[in-house]
């Protein structure tokens, strides 16, 4: 009887972890700008899952990569970045920042460079920090932390904004 309870129990298990797995949406072929928008909610999910995820989970590249090409592509998110912005190392981390940056402009409906980048970091910094033992030691990363840590962040992303 126990071996029969183990058998569903484990049935169950495995039913409930497959029914949580991501489904990433697929890269259309080459699409109109004005196509991209049907794309946003996708975008927008798949930011979200980029953020709750760790690095090392195996269906990180596709969700990144679909997330790559709508932030690439879409007409509806203006990110002007400079050198000061691109400090980190790690690609995750970039794409956080984007990412980010594009969910406060959607959410928001705002184009406001400071705020969005603003938002794309804290984004990219709560991810380090989040997963730290994961991610080998950013310089860039680290900081950012300390200027955030002393309320400086915002400050110096002004300062880094294009006139």
């Known amino acids: 009887m126990k071996k029969i309870a183990f058998f569903v129990f ?4 495995v039913q409930v972890v497959n029914a949580q797995k991501f489904v990433v949406p697929e890269i259309p072929g080459d699409i109109d700008k004005s ?3 049907q794309y946003t ?3 927008m999910n798949c930011i979200d899952w ?3 995820h760790t690095p090392s989970d195996k269906q990180r590249k596709d969700v990144a990569a679909f997330a790559l090409w709508w932030l690439t592509g879409t007409p509806d998110v203006h990110m002007v970045l400079t050198s000061d ?3 980190f190392e790690d690609g995750n981390l970039l794409l956080l920042l984007l990412g980010g940056w594009a969910e406060y402009a959607i959410q928001n409906q705002d184009e406001d460079q400071l705020e969005g980048c603003f ?3 804290n984004a990219a ?3 380090y920090v989040k997963y730290n033992k994961m991610i080998p030691k950013d310089k860039g990363a680290e900081k950012f932390l300390k ?3 002393k309320g400086k962040l915002k400050s110096y992303l002004a300062k880094s904004m294009p006139e």
């Open 125 to 127: 910094l709560d991810y």
């Open 147 to 149: 200027m955030r840590d």
């Open 85 to 87: 912005m691109l400090k």
């Open 41 to 43: 909610q996708d975008a």
């Open 119 to 121: 938002a794309g970091m």
């Open 10 to 13: 484990a049935l169950l298990l």
């Open 35 to 37: 196509e991209y928008a």
């Open 50 to 52: 980029l953020k709750n």
